[in-house]
């Protein structure tokens, strides 16, 4: 299978306790990107790196959250003292740089998914 | 970021065509209009985009109004592996922060 691999599927930690999910993306997109989805929403963007930069980050990454992509090939979300709150599926996408008319029109390509249980 | 609006939920009837109607009244120039579909338990799936002119792919066509205010996601054959929510979404390049919305449920009904 050629697609965004994500690790683990599920994850049930109590409170106060980190967790650390890795997402291999596709092996020739150099873009990749976190996303965090609670349920009835839309994914919420939390975080997006271009190689091994991590070019954007949201007000929602909080600084109990730190994401890595070193040598700009798999990339880990880490989540310190985790609280109730965020529970939740993490979403993690890739994309490759597809310029059109000086244009960026990359689609993204998403995983299945870690959900995130904190009890 | 420009927003998008879409209809909560939508009902069809298996083997009819589908219109799922997206507004997005704030769009700039350099913004791409995507849709992705999210099936139930798995992550979002890309379905198409396009800028201004209609597009076609084996999934789905899409019809982008001329001032390119709304767009229209066109499924011509319903199934019961469509039953999703269809998000759409705006695409600018060199900014990548997208934002989904709350997306459209889609019931297909046999």
Known sequence: ?????????????????????????????????????????????????QNEAQLEKS???????????????????????????????????????????????GELFFGEGSRLTVL | DAKTTQPNSMESNEEEPVHLPCNHSTISGTDYIHWYRQLPSQGPEYVIHGLTSNVNNRMASLAIAEDRKSSTLILHRATLRDAAVYYCILKSGGYQKVTFGTGTKLQVIP
């Not at chain 1, 050629?2 to 291999?24: A, E, L, M, W, Y």
């Not at chain 1, 599926?89 to 008319?101: D, R």
């Open chain 1, 59 to 105: 007000r929602l990454l909080s600084d109990r959250f730190s994401a890595e992509r070193p040598k700009g090939s798999f990339s880990t979300l880490e989540i310190q003292r985790t609280e109730q709150g965020d529970s939740a599926m993490y979403l993690c996408a890739s994309s490759p740089l597809h310029v059109l008319a000086g244009v960026d029109t």
């Open chain 1, 1 to 49: 299978d050629t697609g965004v691999s994500q690790d683990p599927r599920h994850k049930i930690t109590k409170r106060g306790q980190n967790v650390t999910f890795r997402c291999d993306p596709i092996s020739e997109h150099n873009r990749l990107y976190w996303y965090r989805q609670t349920l009835g929403q839309g994914p919420e963007f939390l975080t997006y790196f």
